[in-house]
């Protein structure tokens, strides 16, 4: 009988806080589900973590055991491979999802038809409450709606996705990096055909300050926003109808220019021994080649501060001037 939702878990040195997060999962409301945990070459006691969980639960878990690390994206890969869930979720390992989420979300999803199901989630490290998706982005998906998603972000976590949508090799994750999840997450705003909410907060962001998007270095993490720029560019402009969202998609490229261009400031300023120089000229050619628009960009003029906006400019213009205006 096929599932219902196969709920996919990529799990690396997590023994420490594992149990809270596969305790809610285990519990979940709805039936027939199915919890894929990724054991993403974990180091620490995590598989065994894993082990225990599936021997309480057999009928229930699953567990991919990868000798070799993928990172958090990889993982969602192999889960995604083997899921044979309706739809499917994921969820971090250092979170957790209430135990009425899938439930609520598959409820919502088989009334409505949708693609995605999208919930409300509490950032633990801003003590914050978050629904991405407003009302009148639901329903059937158009080119403002698509705008509107791109611009407002969010989490692959809080979400509900029909499996069929995988069908499409665009929707994987890239491994073994951080921000792994913004192309994904454009792209799948650009390409999927609804979506719709479930107005509840179902899912709990912790703040473990030594999980993967917080440990990195500055040029590795100015590498992963050239790389995250590059797949966002190289995924929508493909699409056929590109130009109808094109003001969005490069909203976010320029969001991420700028994060880029501030990272080899604060490098610089700090003295950290880098080649500032040519970090700064290859992000903005990268920009160039990205970005045909300009910054009168309507999201860009109201969404990016004024003197982030004035720093691009000047950067696209002379590097080396910026550095001296700092």
Same mark, same amino acid.
Request: hydrophobic residues 35%.
């Given at each position: 009988?096929?599932?219902?939702v196969?709920i996919?878990?990529?799990?690396?040195?997590?023994?420490h806080?594992?149990?809270?997060?596969?305790?809610?999962?285990?519990?979940?409301?709805?039936?027939?589900?199915?919890?894929?945990?990724?054991?993403?070459?974990?180091?620490d006691?995590?598989?065994?973590?894993?082990?225990?969980?599936?021997?309480?639960?057999?009928d229930l878990?699953?567990?991919?055991?990868?000798?070799?690390?993928?990172?958090?994206?990889g993982?969602?890969?192999?889960?995604?491979?083997?899921?044979?869930?309706?739809?499917?979720?994921?969820?971090?390992?250092?979170?957790?999802?209430?135990?009425?989420?899938?439930?609520? =979300? /598959?409820?919502? $999803?088989?009334?409505? @038809?949708?693609?995605?199901?999208?919930?409300?989630? #509490?950032?633990?490290?801003? +003590? !914050?409450?978050?629904?991405?998706?407003?009302?009148?982005?639901?329903?059937?998906?158009?080119?403002?709606?698509?705008?509107?998603?791109?611009?407002?972000?969010?989490?692959?976590?809080?979400?509900?996705y029909?499996?069929?949508?995988?069908?499409d090799p665009?929707?994987?994750f890239?491994?073994?990096?951080?921000?792994?999840?913004?192309?994904?997450i454009?792209y =799948? /705003?650009?390409? $999927?055909?609804?979506? @719709?909410?479930?107005?509840?907060?179902?899912?709990? #962001?912790?703040?473990?300050? +030594? !999980?993967?998007?917080?440990v990195?270095?500055a040029?590795?993490y100015?590498?992963?926003?050239?790389?995250?720029?590059?797949?966002?560019?190289?995924?929508?402009?493909s699409?056929?109808?590109?130009h109808?969202?094109?003001?969005?998609?490069?909203?976010?490229?320029l969001?991420?220019?700028?994060?880029?261009?501030n990272?080899?400031?604060?490098?610089?300023?700090?003295?950290?021994?880098?080649?500032?120089?040519?970090?700064?000229?290859?992000?903005?050619?990268?920009?160039?080649?990205?970005?045909?628009?300009?910054?009168?960009?309507?999201?860009?003029?109201?969404k990016?501060?004024?003197?982030?906006?004035?720093?691009?400019?000047?950067?696209?213009?002379?590097?080396?001037?910026?550095?001296?205006?700092?």
């Amino acid at each position: 009988m096929k599932k219902t939702v196969s709920i996919i878990v990529p799990i690396y040195n997590r023994a420490h806080i594992l149990s809270e997060c596969l305790g809610n999962l285990t519990h979940q409301t709805l039936d027939n589900i199915e919890l894929i945990l990724v054991n993403d070459a974990s180091t620490d006691n995590s598989l065994s973590v894993m082990k225990q969980c599936q021997a309480q639960f057999p009928d229930l878990v699953r567990i991919i055991d990868s000798p070799k690390n993928h990172g958090p994206g990889g993982a969602r890969n192999l889960g995604i491979k083997a899921a044979d869930g309706e739809y499917i979720g994921f969820v971090d390992s250092d979170d957790l999802a209430d135990v009425t989420m899938y439930e609520k =979300l /598959y409820r919502a $999803a088989a009334a409505s @038809g949708y693609d995605i199901i999208d919930c409300g989630y #509490y950032m633990q490290d801003n +003590d !914050s409450a978050l629904l991405h998706t407003s009302d009148d982005c639901t329903g059937i998906l158009n080119s403002k709606k698509r705008m509107e998603l791109i611009v407002s972000g969010g989490y692959v976590f809080s979400k509900l996705y029909r499996r069929s949508l995988f069908d499409d090799p665009n929707l994987r994750f890239r491994e073994n990096v951080i921000l792994e999840d913004a192309d994904f997450i454009t792209y =799948l /705003y650009a390409s $999927a055909g609804s979506i @719709g909410t479930v107005k509840e907060i179902l899912y709990f #962001y912790r703040n473990e300050p +030594d !999980s993967a998007s917080k440990v990195v270095q500055a040029d590795k993490y100015y590498y992963n926003i050239c790389e995250a720029m590059t797949h966002i560019y190289k995924k929508t402009s493909s699409l056929p109808d590109y130009h109808a969202i094109q003001p969005a998609v490069e909203y976010e490229l320029l969001q991420m220019y700028s994060y880029g261009v501030n990272i080899c400031l604060k490098a610089y300023m700090e003295h950290e021994n880098y080649d500032i120089v040519q970090m700064l000229r290859h992000i903005a050619e990268l920009k160039s080649k990205t970005v045909t628009g300009g910054y009168d960009n309507q999201y860009v003029q109201n969404k990016i501060d004024s003197l982030d906006i004035e720093i691009m400019q000047l950067n696209d213009l002379n590097p080396e001037q910026l550095l001296q205006a700092v």
